[in-house]
């Protein structure tokens, strides 16, 4: 996002674009699926804390929604663009496909930082992005999630701003909630245990054993922690993990070659996923340069972070030993770096195959949510194992099969299962 010449959008219409040639897909249907079916572009105005009022940029992209509601986080980032809401929008669209979710495509986004929010103003912001879009979203229309600097407590303003408009309880509006006020048991594990569930598959096609690897991280934020700890649980090492610096306005890896310790590190982490640069280097980490996470002597790397960050400058970087690239952050990879891990034979795990695991579970609290009855954890967890180990064996075997890469394989199986929707539904 910070580099003004990197659209994602465009590299998501790429994506889209190389699939439709190999599956020969008619005019009309690229024509409906190359760009989002319905955008929201709109101001809200907060008063802040010293009095003034300040107006934000908000966005809601809804891509497609031919398999039903769209489904999507709301970002809150100061390098936000449309063109990143209308990519991960689209991503969206193939990520509820993969994994045979019955919604579609969305994404949202405000342009703010907030880091310097207090949380009235934060509060504000949330409850007037809902006021912006509340005819536009809904339980049966479009269900807002959480996404990079937005969480529980954000879902919450945005469910109670809803409920207050709309004059009725409406849980299934928007997921990621609060467990105990309509969250699911699972969610806040989802993403990153769905990276390991398809890292452990992936470990297994290599036969490779997880006790046997060692792994760095791009990210210490929400998808990161989950990941690391399903991994190390497993037997895995990380040795390396990297976050943004607030302060310094630059980001860091830290590193121990034994293998960082998991809680140790979350003791000294902000809510937004920075490590206090003193204090890891109390606890024995060495500091290294943000790039250092990709360079590391490692069999696995798992961009968490943000998209954007495995490209043609840093590909070149990545160590002999590494077998496997577990995708957890959306679009991490440009598609010319892509081309060079598949020369490389590294098998990559593709975002919206690794990381569907949120969506996933945020579908699971819909149902609960809709049902107002909800699963304990072993039950969430167990389903949210299940769909993503099929969804992981369905792209391996056809990537097999017609000898596709896994990104490829996996764009295949949504493009396809979305584009019968819209001729199903007579569209196209
Ligand atoms: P988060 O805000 O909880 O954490 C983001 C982490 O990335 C933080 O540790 C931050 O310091 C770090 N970071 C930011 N810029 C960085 C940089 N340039 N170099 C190194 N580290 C950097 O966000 P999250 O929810 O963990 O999401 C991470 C990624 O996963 C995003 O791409 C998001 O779209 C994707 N994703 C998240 C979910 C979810 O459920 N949270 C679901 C699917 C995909």
């Known amino acids: 996002m910070a580099d003004k010449s990197y659209n994602p959008f465009e590299i998501a219409q790429a994506q889209f674009d190389r699939v439709a040639d190999l599956l020969n897909l008619d005019k009309a249907s690229r024509d409906l699926l190359r760009y989002p079916m319905r955008e929201y ?129 409406y849980p299934g509006f928007i997921t990621g909630k609060p467990v105990g006020v309509g969250g699911s048991q699972g969610r806040r594990e989802a993403t990153g245990y769905g990276v390991v569930i398809t890292l452990r598959e992936a470990l297994k096609d290599l036969k490779l054993k997880a006790e046997q690897t060692q792994a760095s991280v791009q990210g210490f934020g929400n998808v990161a922690q989950y990941a690391i700890e399903l991994y190390q649980r497993m037997g895995g090492t990380v040795t390396c993990v990297s976050c943004w610096d607030q302060a310094d306005q630059k980001a860091y890896s830290y590193r121990k070659e034994q293998g960082i310790r998991l809680e140790e590190l979350l003791g000294i982490t902000d809510p937004f996923g920075g490590i206090d640069q003193a204090r890891a280097r109390d606890l024995g980490y060495e500091r290294l340069p943000g790039e250092a996470w990709i360079e590391q002597d490692v069999e696995i790397l798992i961009p968490a972070a943000i998209e954007n960050q495995i490209t043609v400058e840093n590909v070149n970087s990545i160590g002999r030993r590494v077998r496997i690239v577990a995708e957890g952050a959306n679009g991490p990879t440009t598609p010319e770096a892509d081309a060079v891990l598949s020369q490389r034979d590294i098998l990559t795990i593709p975002d919206f195959l690794a990381n569907a695991g949120g969506v996933t579970c945020s579908y699971f609290e819909q149902v609960q949510s809709n049902m107002n009855y909800y699963w304990e954890k072993d039950e969430v967890l167990a389903k949210l194992d299940a769909k993503m180990t099929s969804a992981y064996i369905e792209v391996r075997e056809l990537s097999r099969k017609n000898k596709l890469n896994m990104r490829d394989a996996a764009y295949v199986i949504s493009i396809n299962r979305v584009a019968q929707a819209c001729r199903d539904r007579g569209w196209v």
């Open 41 to 169: 572009h709109f101001s809200i105005p907060v008063r802040m804390d010293d009095g003034k009022v300040r107006i934000f940029r908000g966005f809601r992209v809804q891509h497609n929604d031919a398999r039903g509601p769209g489904k999507g986080g709301i970002r809150f980032h100061p390098m936000e663009t449309i063109f990143t809401v209308r990519a991960l929008a689209m991503w969206m669209t193939w990520k509820c496909a993969v994994v045979d979710i019955p919604l579609g495509g969305s994404e949202g986004g405000v342009v703010c930082d907030p880091h310097n929010l207090s949380p009235r103003e934060h509060e504000q912001l949330c409850r007037g992005w809902v006021r912006q879009v509340a005819r536009n979203v809904g339980p049966h229309l479009d269900v807002p999630a959480p996404d990079v600097m937005t969480g529980p407590q954000s879902m919450l303003w945005m469910l109670d701003e809803f409920e207050t408009i709309h004059g009725g309880k």
